[in-house]
Structure formats: C-alpha cells, structure tokens
C-alpha cells in the first residue's frame, strides 16, 4: 500500500511533487487554483452533471482556476466489466487485462465529454482531456496501475487562457502507449495527484455523502459528521474499509501535503460559496490538540474479506515469505496475518484477501505453494468481515482494546483474527455479525454523544 512515486512533470522542465508546510490555505483567496472531483453518482444523470457544470461556474465567476475530475457516470463501470464478463469470465492474463482497462476508461471519457458540453451551454470555456492527452503517465500494472508522472504543461496554458480543465479520472497512459486505469475509486487518487503535480490551493472530493461520520450512517443512524479528521485517522478508516475515500489517494495527499476536503455534490449548486467552503470533513495534518481528546474517532468496517488457512506447513524460518511472497507476485494484497503456536513441527498460517482475489488466491495457494511446502489443506472463508475502531488518541490512552473486545463479547460476538497499529485496533469476525458489532462499538465508544471525541 506505498504511494505512487514521487515524479511530476510541471511546465516544460522535471520536478519533483511539492511537500508543503502543514497548513491550509482558504480556497476563498482571488484565483486559487482548486481541484474538484465529483464521484459517480453526482455524474448519475445530465441533469446532475447539469447541476455540476452550474456548480463549478459558480466558483469560475466567483475568480477561481478549476481542475475538474469526474469519475464514470453511476453504474457504467460495472456495466462495461459485466460485459466484459460475459465474453470472457475468467480475464485474469495480462493480455485480457489490458482490454479490460482499455474498456473500463471509457466511462470517464464519456464523463468529461459531457461535463465540458454542461459546461460551455453555462458560458464557460472548458476543455476535457483522456489521461493519455494529459499525459498522466502510470506503471504497466493493469487494472491496478500506479501513477508515476504527470505532465501539467497543456492544463496550465488551458488554465492561463481562461478555460476550465476537466480531466478523466481513474486512468492515464503506460510507457508502452497503453491506457490503464488506477483500480476501484482511482478517481480520487487522480484528483489528489493533479492537485499534487499543480500545487493547488485545495483538492475538494464530492461525494454522495456530506462528510466523514463516525461510522456508516446507514448502519448507525446516529452516527455523527466528523468536521475534522487527521490524516493517520483517515488513511486508517481508508484502509479499513470506509467507502468515503479510496486508499491510495489519501496515502498520496498525506505524502504531498494536499488540502483535502470531502464535502456533498447534492446540496443545492448555488449555495453561498462560503459556507460550502466550510462545509463537509477538512482532512487535517493538525492533531497535537487533537491527540488530548480523541479516544476513538470512528468505527470502520469492511464486508469485502475472505480469509485463507494454509495448513500443517513446517513451522520453519521463511515460511511465511514461502506463501505470502507467491501471493505478493500475484499482485494480491494481503491483509491481517495470523501463524499459529507450533505443534509436531508444524503449523497454520492464515491471512485476509480482498473477497474479488479470494479464488484467484486459493487456486494459487492449492496449485503451486501448498505442493511444495508439503501443507496438509488450504481452507478458506468468505463469509467474514473486519470491524476496526480508529482514534489518533488511542496512542495515549490505555486499554481501548480492552474495552472493545468487552463490547464485543457482551453482545456474543467471536473474535476470529486481531490486527493493530499505534492508532487502530481491527478484528476479523462472522459477517453475519459485522452490523451488530458496529452499533455495539458505537454506544461503547460513545460517538453518539455531542461532547465525543474528534469533533
């Protein structure tokens, strides 16, 4: 889970991306340049693409730059790989994955397209550009591509002569002349990493959600919006499971220092330009303050796990490289790690994948890396998920792990796996459970109270 490297192209000569100071800037100030990303279900229908073009000319008349990123119109994406689906199941060779990324980035391309068509029946210039056109160059590793460079001379003469620059999210382009896209949400990591290579004064991420909450709302109706949230606590509840923001673009905003604020595309477009400025989640650097009263910030959880048992390996030095080293090679992330005490010489290992690389593991563990370790069985189970509480307090404070495996066995709840970091505690449980659970941590945690932490 690293960032994407660190190279940039800007104008006509190589730097590197910036690392500011911590501090934010007012995108109110006369001619910021502000990035928007709007996400797919503000792009769901030309008339909230209507509502988007009147939006962004709004801050264009207000005297703002705007870079603007949308991702695929609602659904589309899943449209294309069903497709794809039907023609050839099982596309998982290099080959069939380049003709998926080479479809799967069409939906952005209708996207800005028609965001531009929204735009100039407002009155404005606006210009919208493939990730090739750009070119936002990225590695060859398709359907999971990592951004590499970017060349933002084209977008700041666009910029220079009064038009709004509305770029694909979610792909860009290999040395080889290949389009590739970035992996489910890469709109976001697009929308940070322009907003990195230009230095822009704010990254704005518009979602169907007004904000970061404690926890899913449709969960926990009492969940509450967090107007502020560190970035350690973000990339956590990212990495946990929280849909409001893909992982790999927070790593990179933290990397880069990019002001990020994720706020609703769904109030209403003419809304007073300050107050949507100060409205939804500021992602802060700042959490000295913070780190004195926050507990637990959030509860995150995640229903795309499945868990795999590589069992009776030989309890020897190198064996967890053995397996998970065969599986790193496939491009397959792993997540918690168990191995068992030892017993007779030998022992199980078990570890998480996503639920989408579940049987692509499994046939690799059973094929390949179970044979030649001499493994009695390779077991696994789909029916999980991992439920994590997350505070930039839980570094100074003790017993909050404590606390939560109370809050889980009250309500009866087996704990299967244990994961932890300075600033989380994650567990691995029944999925059936994983509501349950999460309401449970809510009131333990009391993140329903006005006064609770990280507010």
């Not at 119109?73 to 050839?88: F, I, Q, V, W």
């Not at 060349?151 to 977008?155: F, M, T, V």
């Not at 563990?365 to 001499?374: H, Q």
């Given at each position: 889970m690293c960032c994407a490297k660190a190279t940039v192209w800007a104008g006509y000569t190589r730097r590197v991306l910036p690392s500011p100071e911590p501090v934010f800037?007012?995108?109110l100030i006369p001619m910021a340049l502000i990035v928007h990303k709007y996400g797919g279900t503000s792009m769901g229908s030309t008339e909230r693409i209507r509502n988007v073009a009147k939006r962004v000319?709004?801050?264009?008349?207000?005297?703002?730059?705007?870079?603007?990123?949308?991702?695929?119109?609602?659904?589309?994406?899943?449209?294309?790989?069903?497709?794809?689906?039907?023609?050839?199941?099982?596309?998982?060779?290099?080959?069939?994955?380049?003709?998926?990324?080479?479809?799967a980035s069409t939906g952005e391309q209708v996207s800005v397209g028609l965001l531009a068509l929204a735009l100039q029946a407002e009155?404005?210039?606006?210009?919208?550009?493939?990730?090739?056109q750009v070119p936002i160059r990225t590695d060859s590793a398709f359907t999971k591509a990592r951004i590499e460079a970017i060349?933002?001379?084209?977008?700041r003469a666009d910029l220079a002569t009064g038009k709004v620059v509305i770029v694909t999210g979610f792909q860009g382009v290999d040395a080889e002349g290949?389009?590739?896209?970035?992996?489910?949400?890469?709109?976001?990591?697009?929308?940070?990493?322009?907003?990195?290579?230009?230095?822009?004064?704010?990254?704005?991420?518009?979602?169907?959600?007004?904000?970061?909450?404690?926890?899913?709302?449709?969960?926990?109706?009492?969940?509450?919006?967090?107007h502020t949230v560190s970035f350690e606590e973000m990339l956590e509840m990212a990495s946990m499971g929280s849909k409001v923001l893909q992982i790999r673009s927070v790593e990179f905003a933290g990397k880069y220092r990019v002001p990020?604020?994720?706020?609703?595309?769904?109030?209403?477009?003419?809304?007073?330009?300050?107050e949507e400025a100060a409205s939804g989640t500021l992602i802060t650097f700042e959490d000295d303050e913070k780190m004195e009263q926050a507990v637990v910030s959030g509860i995150a959880f995640n229903r795309d796990e499945a868990k795999i048992a590589?069992?009776?390996?030989?309890?020897?030095?190198?064996?967890?490289?053995?397996?998970?080293?065969?599986?790193?090679?496939?491009?397959?992330?792993?997540?918690?790690?168990?191995?068992?005490?030892?017993?007779?010489?030998?022992?199980?290992?078990?570890?998480?994948?996503?639920?989408?690389?579940?049987?692509?593991?499994?046939?690799?563990?059973?094929?390949?890396?179970?044979?030649?370790?001499?493994?009695t069985e390779v077991v696994g189970d789909t029916r999980i998920c991992k439920v994590s509480i997350v505070g930039i307090g839980m570094r100074s404070h003790v017993g909050i792990a404590a606390r939560m495996f109370k809050a889980l066995a009250d309500e009866g709840i087996n704990i299967q796996m244990i994961s932890t970091s300075e600033i989380k505690t994650s567990v691995v449980i029944d999925e059936k459970y994983m509501e349950l659970a999460v309401r449970g941590l809510h009131r333990a945690f009391e993140l329903d109270q006005d006064n609770a932490p990280a507010t």
């Open positions: 800037i007012s995108f000319a709004k801050w264009v008349r207000a005297g703002h730059q705007l870079v603007v990123v949308p991702s695929a119109m609602s659904g589309e994406t899943n449209r294309l790989l069903g497709l794809a689906k039907e023609l050839h199941p099982n596309a998982i060779d290099e080959a069939a994955q380049r003709e998926l990324d080479a479809l009155g404005m210039q606006a210009v919208s550009y493939a990730g090739w060349d933002d001379s084209r977008i290949n389009v590739t896209t970035l992996g489910r949400g890469g709109s976001d990591t697009s929308a940070v990493a322009v907003a990195a290579a230009m230095k822009a004064d704010e990254c704005l991420i518009y979602t169907d959600v007004d904000g970061v909450y404690t926890t899913d709302p449709r969960v926990v109706p009492e969940a509450r919006r967090l990020l604020r994720v706020l609703s595309s769904f109030t209403p477009w003419d809304i007073d330009l300050a590589v069992l009776g390996v030989p309890d020897t030095p190198g064996i967890a490289y053995q397996i998970l080293g065969a599986v790193a090679e496939a491009n397959i992330d792993v997540d918690v790690i168990i191995q068992n005490v030892s017993k007779d010489g030998k022992t199980d290992f078990s570890f998480t994948v996503n639920r989408n690389e579940f049987a692509r593991a499994m046939a690799l563990l059973k094929e390949k890396v179970a044979p030649s370790l001499g493994a």
